[in-house]
């Protein structure tokens, strides 16, 4: 099965079900670039509840920009704001030193295009789940596909989602009741090894 994805900031757990569980993924880059969704976004769980994290952009071409041209913008130091919440947030969870390196060297690099970062987390993900989904980047827009399983559409609202996600063990899960839906981070640092498997698991909900 072929899918389309919106090329995500460390994806949700429900787009990885989606990546997990395709042969082929083709991530949209030619759109018109939404803003606030998780192109640039992504959500973990921390002591005080959900924190939203988001990569501050540069339209070059204002409203009419296309994912592709999207700048980051180093105005603030928010690669390091942003690891340093990671870690307050997964320091204590069971596989966190496993994958920590790796990821604070990725956070430490610079780049300028948003699709480049993006698309390094993923692949450095897949390395570390040992997903081995073959992946392409569009290279114009389309409005629909045939025969490609369209899941480009990104709710602002991470309940909304494709599949059944199944409950696995937070770090917080003695303060607050099941989250789901977090980005992909948060099932890598609970389930290690696990995280494959439970992709694959996960039943769409059509």
């Not at 296309?66 to 320091?91: G, Q, R, S, V």
């Not at 690099?109 to 040992?130: G, P």
């Not at 480009?152 to 696995?168: A, E």
């Not at 937070?170 to 789901?180: A, H």
């Amino acid at each position: 099965m072929v899918t389309i994805l919106p090329l995500s900031y460390l994806p949700s757990v429900d787009q990885y079900c989606a990546i997990a569980q395709s042969s082929n993924v083709l991530f949209e880059i030619f759109e018109t670039f939404p803003k606030q969704t998780c192109r640039s976004r992504t959500v973990i769980s921390t002591a005080n509840g959900l924190l939203t994290l988001s990569i501050p952009v540069n339209k070059p071409l204002g409203n009419r920009s296309k994912t592709i041209d999207i700048t980051i913008d180093y105005t603030t130091p928010w690669n390091k704001i942003h690891w340093k919440a990671i870690t307050a947030a997964y320091n204590k969870s069971p596989y966190f030193l496993y994958f920590r390196d790796d990821l604070e060297r990725l956070f430490g690099s610079r780049y300028d295009l948003l699709v480049d970062f993006n698309l390094e987390l993923i692949q450095l993900l897949n390395k570390f789940m040992r997903i081995s989904t073959q992946f392409e980047l569009t290279t114009e827009y389309f409005k629909e596909y045939h025969a490609i399983l369209d899941r480009r559409l990104c709710s602002k609202d991470i309940s909304v989602t494709y599949f059944n996600l199944k409950p696995y063990t937070q770090v917080f899960c003695n303060r607050f009741p099941f989250q789901k839906n977090l980005s992909i981070l948060d099932l890598l640092f609970n389930e290690g090894p696990m995280a494959e498997r439970y992709l694959k698991s996960c039943k769409p909900t059509d």
